[in-house]
């Protein structure tokens, strides 16, 4: 037994090393990251056909426009893809759009315009809209990681009951006269730019050193890609579920305070039909509902393109009853064509 | 004498989950530099053992001590990552992420800034595998390594974390030949690096081969430790299963002269699988197909069930041609099947054994597309009987039952349209030694019975009691070997190799 006191950690310097595999994936990487890239030619087609059907299209007033009109539901889209990546969903996201606000308008308005309180000064508006996010997303973790449902189902439900209770504080009606404080991120410009472009461009440029360059963004890929394996990587994958869910409803309740602001009013169906359109946005964008594949950059070019194309519909003159459909079809055509250029069946 | 303390001592284990005993003061000692084996048939608490060894784990009662310590806390997780790594069958790799990610995962290099600079993190993991003399581009998605790649980059991210003891969980499960050569290649290099092994595997030709020791556990208990060359292979099994158990299997009576074809194959091709491929099988013969895992055998099977169709050539099943490519047209034709990989092919894991076992014979359990559940029921409790399932009743899900078990449902759905012939595609992939020898057993009384049975694997024991193999070799079948071949024949034939050139 002698000789096996001999036995030490080496650091196996001895070891031949293999540098015949370096070579070979140069061109596969360079393709891998063209596919985090693969929108962009689909929407310089779009800029090109956009810019054919009308001289106003490529209008730098007209491309704030259409920066303006997406901003609210691309931080959805942003939140949307952080719940994805960590292969879960949250469906209730658009009802938190319409409730967040809204309980903030409650209130605040005062009594006599529509169903206002008036309980609270004005400036309490903001806050209350944040903290009924963070509410909203405590409760959906509560039953996803907590209580172990099912995370479909839940924010199914939750979806119908928001909206609900939507409905019912305001009885079915809009909120006016909301207070200053909630107007500013929805009307005010900064440096000739509305803020709520330059906030959502912000959010998703932090999303995107966030996915791709902190230790907490990528434990979001592996909790999503194999979450045992994220467990015996020391990841404490609860914690930052907990963290994506409550931080995708503050979100969406920051989506509604700038829808809010922009139409200076908070309908019962506001944010109503959202859910869609962002869960297309984030498919065509590359996410997968499969988890732990995605990223942010991809996600911004999914809503992008979806909203140029319909800002070239309206150019082009399309009645507005048909923009439903066509958008509906839009939306199937990009699913087919990401199908194509990703190469892989979607999940 | 001034040995150093064992590389691990676990000292009189007991776990309980529930009412069934996992593990009854049970015990193991490693010594540093060893491989060590441990084996038992499924159920014999290894798996326990292991994961109690790696602290994923608490035991109720004994002590776990590594170099003479007592074992860190449960939650202390970088603790037990320095003393100890396990490389479990199932992956714990993250499929869409690169292997640099996948070996530096939630230990990222960060920069000055915070955030992590990916060009660190590629260079130590290339770092890394060069030290260990790991071949793969650090930038590729995991999901594109094979087993075996995966593997090694599971064992040098564990040797990263410091450990110099690693667990193998049926490292050679997923592997063909040639790749279980260079896995034990791998391991004795690390093995003369001073790394301690412990080995689990159902092969005890590899456990011969590759380790110094063995262990055997049965029934939750430990049963023996023994240096390998002083343990007959007739005593291991022995141990391992409470009983001298003979090794050979009887002699049949093979196929009578004048037994019809119930298989004929003929220059049938594949580009890229196979080519020009000609075989008959008679009825009541049984016929092996080996070959290395890329080698082409499993396509020809599966050729032969429909799950492919040939480019060229005729398959016809017992006087039928059934249209190439249909599963539905070849189960018409009389064939049962036995998929490669259960988990993938053979059953649907949270549906019952009675459903799961019924699945490709609906029609006889009900008028017009109805399922009487009596009926199926019925069916179920004599397939369970014949192949003697342990399972408290057919409604239990089949994700409920251990390997070997789960491997009779399997067959006992391709037994259960009478075939006439039986196509088994590595039969007794993962399964302990008794369900082995059962479902062999199975296999030889099947054939006794009048069906042909091709049998498609590289498992020396199943293709022993075949009454030719057929080896296939770059798509071809280069060789032809009537029963009572040895195994260094058939293997160099397997390989590519020609003894007598």
């Known amino acids: ?347 | 004498m001034a040995a150093a303390a064992p590389v691990v001592e676990a000292t009189g284990i007991t776990k309980r989950f529930g009412s069934t005993v996992a593990l009854h003061e049970a015990g193991i000692t490693i010594e540093p530099g060893q491989t060590h084996a441990l084996v038992g048939r499924n159920g014999a608490g290894k798996s326990t053992l292991v994961s109690i060894l790696t602290g994923l784990q608490a035991a109720d009662e004994g002590a776990v001590t590594f170099a003479g310590e007592p074992a860190p806390r449960l939650a202390d997780r970088d603790a037990w990552r320095q003393r100890v790594a396990c490389v479990y069958q199932k992956s714990t790799i993250i499929p869409e992420l690169t292997v640099a990610e996948n070996l530096f995962l939630n230990r990222h290099d960060h920069g000055r800034t915070g955030l992590i600079r990916w060009k660190t993190v590629r260079a130590k993991a290339r770092d890394l595998l060069d030290t260990w003399s790991v071949d793969v581009d650090v930038r590729t998605p995991a999901k594109e390594l094979d087993v075996e790649q995966r593997q090694f980059v599971e064992i040098a991210r564990a040797l990263s974390f410091g450990a110099r003891f690693i667990i193998l969980d049926e490292p050679t499960a997923q592997l063909d030949a040639s790749a279980i050569n260079r896995l034990f290649n791998r391991i004795r290099d690390l093995q003369r690096q001073g790394v301690t092994f412990l080995f689990i595997s159902h092969h005890l030709q590899e456990v011969y081969e590759i380790c110094d020791t063995v262990t055997v556990f049965r029934d939750a208990r430990h049963v023996l430790t023994a240096p390998v060359d002083d343990l007959p292979r007739a005593d291991l099994v022995a141990a391992m299963t409470g009983e001298a158990a003979s090794e050979t299997a009887g002699e049949r009576h093979g196929p009578s002269a004048d037994a019809p074809d119930v298989l004929t194959v003929d220059s049938a091709s594949l580009p890229g699988a196979y080519d020009d491929v000609s075989f008959r099988i008679r009825a009541g013969e049984i016929v092996g197909l080996a070959g290395a895992a890329s080698s082409g055998r499993i396509e020809i099977a599966e050729t032969v069930v429909g799950l492919r169709a040939a480019f060229g050539g005729v398959v016809e099943i017992a006087g039928h041609r059934p249209r190439p490519g249909s599963v539905p047209a070849a189960l018409a034709a009389g064939v049962g099947f036995v998929p490669q990989d259960r988990h993938h092919q053979g059953f649907v894991p949270e549906m019952s054994i009675a459903d799961n076992g019924t699945l490709t014979i609906p029609d006889r359990l009900g008028p017009a597309g109805f399922i009487d559940g009596r009926r199926r029921d019925r069916f179920a409790r004599t397939m369970i009987g014949k192949l003697a399932i342990k399972t408290p009743g057919p409604e239990l899900p089949v994700s409920g039952l251990s390997g070997g078990n789960q491997q009779k449902v399997v067959m006992a759905r391709a037994l259960a349209n009478d075939p006439r012939l039986l196509v088994l595609i590595n039969p007794t992939a993962g399964v302990d030694v008794r369900s082995k020898e059962f479902l062999l057993g199975k296999v030889e009384e099947v054939a006794e019975s009048g069906t042909g049975v091709l049998i498609a694997s590289d498992e020396l024991d199943d293709l022993r009691m075949c009454d030719r193999v057929l080896v296939v070799f770059q798509g071809r079948v280069v060789a032809e070997i009537p029963r009572g071949w040895h195994d260094h024949q058939l293997v160099a034939a397997m390989e590519g190799v020609d003894l007598d050139g």
Not at chain 1, 98 to 125: E, I, M, Q, R, Y
Not at chain 1, 139 to 150: E, K, P
Request: net charge positive.
């Open chain 1, 1 to 347: 037994m002698a000789e096996t006191t001999t036995a030490a950690p080496v650091t196996g310097d001895g070891a031949a090393g293999g540098p015949g595999g370096r070579v070979a994936g140069g061109r596969r990487i360079a393709f891998a990251r063209m596919r985090d890239l693969a929108l962009i030619p689909a929407i310089v087609v779009i800029a090109i056909v956009g810019q054919l059907v009308s001289p106003v299209f490529l209008q730098p007033d007209n491309l704030v426009n259409v920066l303006q009109t997406m901003s609210e539901i691309a931080v959805l889209v942003l939140a949307q893809t952080l719940v994805l990546i960590v292969k879960k969903m949250d469906l209730s996201l658009e009802s938190t759009v319409g409730l967040a606000p809204g309980v903030a308008a409650w209130l605040t308005v005062p009594v006599g315009a529509g169903h206002g309180l008036g309980l609270l000064p004005g400036g309490w508006s903001v806050p209350i809209t944040l903290a009924v996010g963070v509410l909203i997303g405590v409760v959906n973790a509560l039953f996803i990681i907590r209580f172990g449902l099912n995370g479909f189902i839940v924010t199914l439900g939750m979806l119908i009951v928001l909206r609900g209770i939507l409905t019912g504080i305001s009885g079915g009606q809009t909120f006016f006269q909301l207070p200053e404080s909630m107007l500013y991120l929805g009307t005010t410009q900064w440096l000739g730019v509305p803020a709520s472009v330059w906030l959502c461009l912000a959010l998703f440029a932090a999303g995107i050193v966030l996915l791709g360059f902190t230790s907490f963004g990528r434990s979001l890929y592996a909790i999503g890609g194999n979450v045992d394996a994220a467990k015996a990587a020391g990841i404490r994958t609860d914690r930052v579920l907990w963290i994506v869910i409550v931080s995708a409803s503050l979100l969406a309740a920051l989506g509604g305070l700038l829808l809010s602001g922009r139409l200076a009013s908070v309908a019962s169906a506001q944010g109503n039909g959202y859910i869609f359109t962002v869960f297309a946005a984030a498919v065509i964008g590359g996410i997968s509902l499969n988890g732990g594949k995605g990223t942010m950059f991809g996600a911004f070019t999914g809503i992008l393109l979806l909203f140029l194309i319909q800002n070239v519909l309206t150019l082009g003159g399309v009645p507005a009853q048909w923009i439903g459909a066509l958008n509906g079809t839009i939306i199937l055509i990009a699913l087919a064509l990401s199908r194509v250029t990703g190469g892989k069946a979607q999940e």
